[in-house]
């Protein structure tokens, strides 16, 4: 793994690429984050369709790699579902056209770019190298803030430097456009960081993606620069999800070659043997480790579990098909946390329903298993499979389509890869294993 790669951009879609990553320190400074994803999803999404439709006509940097890659058509489909599905809630529950205008620009910064940025990374000839060496110049800049970031609550800073003027474009709430050194867990009354991203567990699946991408870089510094960054993030962050990602994204997608070999067979049924010996101290030993796991915060997994119950009530209750349209207050019961949030599936199911439930989960499982099957035979399956491993995580406590503005690199990697195997089939070209 050791020397470089070229990671001078070879169009202007690459450059504009490797810009955005590398001003992403900066920009968070300036509270832009959140309007710089969506714009770049849709200029270079624009970009795409319009490489596809010139063909060769088009500057030959930026001609198409060929036709849409069928998941990548799924996540288009899937995401125009959504988008119906918003209408027909907002229909069903009379919220007004005010409101409908409302959720539809917000379903153009979110949900939209969960297909646009696969999109573009299909179409578009962006390669992997200018992903991965970005995402190793944001590490740079994370560690080189670091010893500030950590000083801030001993040295008297204040938690929130300010927010920028421009929440007045709209979303989801002012975090996503303030600046901060870093914030006081209300539980245990200590600080936490969350880095560029609007709260900390979010910074935690970060910094896991950090590391799906240092792992393939190529140039032992810029690889040890992006591993300590991501690990920084998500030990700093204090998430325990972050710690879970940590061992599952990066781990699991090299162990699945293994499901290729003859002795890992031998060995599973040993050990599934052993079970009869050992199984219940293992059980005992696992419960015991969810248990400690949802202890380590207790009062945050009581409201989420809490939230998701009131959730699924009332979307079998209350609309089943098409959802309610939009998140609602909740009550104190669940700290006023909206009905519909901190977990993407029970969301999907209160706000839009089982249609965008399913609008969501047939490309996600498509995806993933279009990752997995290529981790089994190549390493280049390592990549796309953990960012997606990654998002899986990140589903069940966030609401992943207000977090999509920054998880847009991995996006287009799957993209990238959902064109690598569409040219596997189209021309049968056969795997190197790694």
Known sequence: MSGSADTTPANPAEALILKTLCWTWPLYFLGALYVVGPVLAWVLGGLAALSLYLGPAIRPDLRARGKVPPVVLAWIAGMAVMLVALWVGHLDWGLGLKQTIKSTIGWAKGWALLALFPFIGAVLPIRREILIRGQCIIGLWTLLLLPVLLAAPYAGMPERI??????????????????????????????????????????????????????????????????????????????????????????????????????????????????????????????????????????????????????????QNEAYWFGHGTVQPGAHLVEYMPIGSHHTWWGLLFVKGLVGFLAMLVPMTWQILLAAADAARSRRGYLPLGIAMTMVLLSFGENIEIEAYMLWPGLIVLGIHASERADDLRYDIPQNAG
């Open 162 to 315: 300010f927010t920028s003027p421009l929440k007045a474009v709209g979303g989801p709430g002012p975090e996503y456009f303030s600046v901060y050194f870093f914030t006081w867990d209300p539980a245990s009354w200590t600080p936490r960081w969350q880095f560029y991203a609007p709260w900390s567990p979010f910074a935690a699946l970060l910094g896991v993606v950090q590391v799906c991408f240092a792992l393939e870089e190529r140039n032992i510094r810029w690889r040890t620069i992006g591993l300590a960054a991501g690990a920084a993030m998500i030990l700093f962050s204090k998430s325990r999800m972050g710690l879970v990602g940590l061992v599952a994204c990066t781990v699991g997608p090299r162990l699945l070659p293994l499901v290729l070999r003859g002795w890992a067979w031998t060995a599973l049924a040993a050990a599934t043997a052993s079970l009869a010996v050992f199984g219940t101290a293992l059980a005992q030993a696992v419960k015991d480790a969810v248990a400690a796991f949802k202890g380590a915060r207790a009062d945050s997994t009581r409201v989420r579990e809490t939230l998701q119950r009131i959730a699924g009530e009332r979307w």
